[in-house]
């Protein structure tokens, strides 16, 4: 059975990933199918309560391929003194959470086919992983996944992406991209992605991460002849859409 909604999750498998990254494995403590598609999302309560009364819950997709519905897989790098990713980074296996989902409309659409462009940043991969780990079945005939990261000690490392990607997709990483905040974020997103863009013609094109780095490059590409609304973002931090984080 597939539920939408409200559930209780329950830590199945936990590994850490290189300097302040976690892998968790999580099952729906009924046993539940999710019913997800590659580059969702779930929402995760992490129990903490905020100075302003409410309850610290955070988003994190799914990294694992949606050929799986019950056993699946997130991983979350530690933001500081971060309520959602201490809470994640430090429950012990066994331990249940509430969470709802899954949520998101950056997926590959149904019936597609073609060329799909994918732009991640950061922690974006993890989405980045989710669509390509789905995308053969989506329907697409190509698929172009470029990251842009500080370095392999940032967050998951290269070769934990290369081992879960499918042959068929194509991987460029940017390493050595600005620290997040850093003022040349944007351009130089902007002149990667648009070498990526011309090389060929994209049916689709879906990007995660910073939202100061994708919102510009959306307008990039839209004005090298990306068409409008073909550009799918999913802000991970720095929302320019919100208010607060
Ligand atoms: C759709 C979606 C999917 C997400 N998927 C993942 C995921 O797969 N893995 C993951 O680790 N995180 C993911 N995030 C970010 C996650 O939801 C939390 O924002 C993050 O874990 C920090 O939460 P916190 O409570 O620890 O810290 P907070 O106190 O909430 O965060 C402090 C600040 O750091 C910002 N921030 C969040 N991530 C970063 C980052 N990488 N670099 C710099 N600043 C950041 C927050 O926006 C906030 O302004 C996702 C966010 C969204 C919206």
Same mark, same amino acid.
């Given at each position: 059975?597939?539920?939408?909604? #409200?559930? #209780?999750?329950?830590?199945?498998?936990? =590994?850490?990933?290189?300097?302040?990254?976690?892998?968790?494995? $999580?099952?729906?403590?009924?046993?539940?199918?999710?019913? +997800?598609?590659?580059?969702?999302?779930?929402?995760?309560?992490?129990?903490?309560?905020?100075?302003?009364? #409410?309850?610290?819950?955070? !988003?994190?997709?799914?990294?694992?391929?949606? !050929?799986?519905?019950?056993?699946?897989?997130?991983?979350?790098?530690?933001?500081?003194?971060? &309520?959602?990713?201490? *809470?994640?980074?430090?429950?012990?296996?066994?331990?249940?959470?509430?969470?709802?989902? &899954?949520?998101?409309?950056?997926? $590959?659409?149904?019936?597609?086919?073609?060329?799909?462009?994918?732009?991640?940043?950061?922690?974006?991969?993890?989405?980045?992983?989710?669509?390509?780990?789905? !995308?053969?079945?989506?329907?697409?005939?190509? @698929?172009?996944?470029?990251?842009? *990261?500080?370095?392999?000690?940032?967050?998951?490392?290269?070769? +934990? *992406?290369?081992?879960?990607?499918?042959?068929?997709?194509?991987?460029?990483?940017?390493?050595? +991209?600005?620290?997040?905040?850093?003022?040349?974020? &944007?351009?130089?997103?902007?002149?990667?992605?648009? =070498? $990526?863009?011309?090389?060929?013609?994209?049916?689709?094109?879906?990007? !995660?991460?910073?939202?100061? *780095? $994708?919102? &510009?490059?959306?307008?990039?590409?839209?004005? @090298?002849?990306?068409?409008?609304?073909?550009?799918?973002? =999913?802000?991970?931090?720095?929302?320019?859409?919100?208010?607060?984080?």
């Amino acid at each position: 059975m597939t539920t939408q909604g #409200k559930a #209780k999750i329950r830590i199945t498998h936990a =590994e850490p990933l290189g300097q302040g990254a976690r892998l968790l494995r $999580l099952e729906r403590a009924d046993g539940a199918a999710l019913g +997800f598609a590659g580059g969702q999302y779930v929402i995760i309560n992490t129990g903490v309560t905020l100075p302003g009364g #409410k309850l610290a819950k955070r !988003a994190y997709s799914l990294l694992s391929s949606d !050929a799986e519905q019950r056993a699946v897989e997130i991983a979350v790098k530690r933001i500081g003194a971060g &309520p959602g990713s201490n *809470v994640l980074s430090d429950i012990a296996v066994g331990g249940e959470l509430e969470w709802s989902g &899954p949520w998101g409309k950056l997926r $590959l659409p149904d019936g597609f086919s073609g060329r799909a462009l994918v732009v991640a940043t950061d922690t974006g991969i993890t989405a980045a992983l989710g669509i390509a780990r789905g !995308a053969a079945a989506a329907g697409a005939e190509r @698929l172009d996944l470029l990251w842009l *990261v500080e370095s392999d000690a940032y967050f998951v490392s290269e070769r +934990f *992406v290369r081992d879960r990607l499918p042959a068929a997709a194509h991987l460029s990483i940017a390493s050595g +991209f600005p620290p997040v905040g850093h003022p040349e974020r &944007p351009a130089r997103a902007a002149a990667i992605a648009g =070498e $990526l863009f011309a090389a060929g013609p994209c049916d689709a094109i879906l990007c !995660a991460g910073d939202g100061a *780095v $994708l919102y &510009p490059l959306r307008d990039r590409l839209v004005s @090298l002849g990306a068409p409008e609304g073909g550009v799918l973002l =999913e802000s991970f931090f720095n929302n320019p859409l919100k208010k607060s984080a």
